[in-house]
């Protein structure tokens, strides 16, 4: 079974542009949670979606948005960015919501200059 | 906000020894711990998980003990390999506006030594 993909690793932008991250669940899970990543911190939660809705949301600004679609596949956005934002973005799915293992991808490395 | 927090950014372990690698929480109604393994350049993987409702549960060379009366979790690594090297992540499963949401702690690297 194939595990999750993240489209693209990596990632080069300047200020003030916006990106869109892609992801793939493993096959037959529905959900897909989207972390952020930056050296000495821990992940960072961005959202959760399962089965289209966004169940969960952590404390990022309005610029990072996602949505899910009916295939289960995910996309993250963030607009107008900023020096901050450069991380390894993390997406895992897991079968169901909630409390569950999560599979990781291996993550969209995004450089902002 | 709640915090999961880890005791030693870095460990160094002589390669045959046990590795302990301890956590925090902060949140007496967490229900669900789990422990990561993360490789660079890879994203984290799923190692071991325990309920609040247990105090130890034990997986392939690894252990992991929950003390809830000091909200401390850590865990055992027997016989640590070269391919134990990694940043092993705890999260603990915490209530937070009408649902529950995986907090994780900072991550311990954890290093072999030959």
């Known amino acids: 079974k194939a595990g999750v993909t993240q489209t693209p690793r990596y990632l080069i932008k300047t200020r003030g542009q916006q990106v869109t991250l892609s992801c793939s669940p493993i096959?037959?899970?529905?959900?897909v949670s989207w972390y952020q990543q930056t050296p000495g911190q821990g992940l960072q939660f961005l959202f959760e979606?399962?089965?289209?809705?966004?169940?969960n949301k952590g404390n990022f600004p309005g610029r990072f948005s996602g949505r899910q679609f009916s295939n289960s596949r995910s996309e993250m956005n963030v607009s107008t960015l900023e020096l901050g934002d450069s991380a390894l973005y993390l997406c895992?799915?897991?079968?169901?919501?909630?409390?569950?293992?999560?599979?990781f991808g291996p993550g969209t490395r995004l450089t902002v200059l | 906000g709640e915090s999961v927090g880890l005791h030693l950014p870095t460990l160094s372990v002589q390669e045959g020894d046990n590795s302990i690698i301890n956590c925090a929480y902060s949140?007496?109604?967490?229900?669900?711990f789990i422990w990561y393994k993360q490789e660079s350049g890879k994203g984290p993987q799923f190692i071991i998980d325990?309920?609040?409702n247990m105090d130890k549960r034990q997986g392939q060379r690894v252990t992991v003990l929950l003390n809830k009366t000091v909200k401390h979790l850590s865990l055992q690594i027997a016989a640590t390999q070269p391919g134990d090297s990694a940043v092993y992540f705890c999260?603990?499963?915490?209530?937070?506006?009408?649902?529950?949401?995986?907090?994780w702690g900072a991550g311990t690297k954890l290093i072999i030594k030959p």
């Open positions: 895992a799915s897991s079968r169901t919501s909630g409390t569950n293992e999560q599979f």
């Open positions: 096959s037959g899970h529905r959900s």
């Open positions: 325990i309920r609040s």
């Open positions: 979606y399962f089965s289209e809705t966004q169940r």
């Open positions: 999260a603990e499963n915490t209530p937070l506006d009408s649902n529950y949401q995986l907090i």
């Open positions: 949140n007496s109604a967490s229900d669900y």
